[in-house]
């Protein structure tokens, strides 16, 4: 190894490589506490009983289902509102400058303030009802607090994760030259084509990063779930909060969902990327 | 179809949506931490009745928020100047070395951002447990202070990278030692950098919640776990509203004045002087 690559491996001692350790300690500590180990009471040995017992327990599989569900239509909606306003904002007009930093707004606002404003905007007692009841258009206030579906969590997390996309995303439309899509317009391909097989595939990276940012986050979200979302079901997050603190067994069962979570979000993200690499390959050679 | 037409009513689209979902928001926030606790806001007033400020007189003195402001205070900038001395190597090594396994290095290096939050602030909570560390800001500091270096990284690697070795060796044929030499190639490039990613980690460390939270409950409060208590269960609407507004107010004005600071870094390309 030579003198200056030894250098280079040091300097990242600090930043890289407590950064490392860091993530090893903690997933390993969530490992190690998930088939038994590390116990704060009563003895620690290998078992797989905790695996067992989460396994067979149907709050798991809903809170699973439950954080895939947001966590894949959070982010396909982002993209799908970022995409035309990304192309929009191409090209330049009088204007854009100031809408592109009013849409990019709300990555500005705490996650915490942005449900706390979404909750009282529609709360029983808020003002949405109130339009409504001084509008006629109900006779009393509706419910839509803490709805069963996960709207208002899907609404919240494409509202703070929409202007993210719309900044990876605008960066890669720009970056794709007018001399393409002229050429495509001069053969005559309309909007949709054009799309489809000149814009998607050349953005592809940065759509896939963008879906996998989003996905990993909405999977693991815990703020918006308890604020916004549906109280009859919990996100993977709060199920692994709510067992380390209620269950006798707190921290060896709430490691185990903490594995299962990191995995959806890895697994889950990269599944998303993939198979929409599958579809815009498919869409660009029909 | 008319272009600029169109174009101006998607423009008024957007900001109308923008008006709904941002600007009014914000105003009924505004008006119910203003509501007089003595005349309660409810159907069929359309605004409040009567509007003073006790209740910001009232969070103030009854509750935690003067010590939650303290400690999210007192911890950002702690947290911000550790983590950019941390990645200050790291950072320099990215931006300007070449050496085997750099771009692995790199993407490594944002392994901290794909981590879910809550699972690392949970299992962390327990290294510490682990490792005997009870002091809740000592455990908050290095949580957030390993959680944020990879954003002074990357600031940073950008900022070493921009650096002109011409100016380096100019200064050194000059007769300038390694101060002069830092003084005059490096610190000019650096210091938008160095500024903006201080103000960045301060703005995260301020917004901070999963550490915050689950190291620091129930004793150790912050301004995002006092804002979190008053949602959920128990929603106090005029106390979140004040809470959200100490939350964000300040850290808009941070962000405008380090965009300020990248832009500077722009001039410093293009001219060479910074």
Known sequence: MNKQTLLAYCLLLPGLGLIIVFIFVIISMALAQSVGYFNFSGSSKFTWQFWQQILADNQLSRAFFYSLKIATISAILSVSFAYPLALWLRDPFRGAQFVSSLLKAPLLVHGLVAAFLYVNFISFNGFLNQIFVHLGLVSRPIRMQNDSYGIGVIILQVWKQMPFALLLLTGAVQSIGHDITDAAKDLGAGAWTRFVKIILPLTLKALQAALIIIFIGAAGDYSFQVVAGPISVSSLSQLMLRIQANDANGWNLSATVAILLMLTALIGSALLALITQQVIKWGAKR | ?274
């Open chain 2, 1 to 274: 179809m008319n272009k600029p037409c169109t174009n101006r009513l998607i423009i008024l689209l957007v900001i109308g949506f923008c008006c709904i979902s941002l600007v009014l928001p914000f105003s009924l926030a505004m008006l119910w931490s203003l509501v007089d606790p003595g005349h309660p806001w409810s159907y069929p007033h359309i605004l409040p009745p009567v509007l003073s400020l006790q209740r910001w007189v009232d969070i103030w003195t009854t509750t935690s928020l003067p010590q939650a402001l303290l400690h999210s205070y007192l911890l950002a900038p702690c947290v911000a100047l550790c983590s950019v001395l941390l990645a200050l190597p790291t950072a320099y090594a990215f931006g300007r070395l070449e050496f085997p396994g750099k771009q692995a290095a790199q993407l490594i290096s944002l392994l901290p951002l794909i981590v879910p939050s809550f699972v690392v602030a949970l299992f962390f909570s327990s290294l510490l447990n682990v490792l005997g560390i009870y002091s809740r800001f000592l455990g908050i500091l290095i949580g957030q202070t390993v959680l944020f270096i990879p954003y002074a990284i990357r600031i940073l690697s950008v900022s070493f990278s921009l650096i002109r070795q011409e100016i380096i060796d100019a200064t050194r044929d000059l007769g300038g030692g390694p101060i002069t030499v830092f003084k005059t190639a490096y610190l000019p490039v650096l210091k938008p950098g160095l500024l903006a990613s201080i103000i960045m980690i301060f703005i995260l460390s301020i917004e901070e919640f999963a550490i915050a939270f689950v190291v620091g409950s129930p004793d150790f409060v912050t301004v995002p776990t006092i804002l979190y208590s008053y949602l959920g269960y128990n929603f106090i609407r005029s106390n979140a509203a004040v809470v959200s507004l100490i939350l964000v107010v300040p850290n808009i004005f941070l962000m405008l004045l380090m965009e300020r600071f990248l832009k500077a870094r722009n001039t410093a390309v293009i001219t060479g002087k910074g």
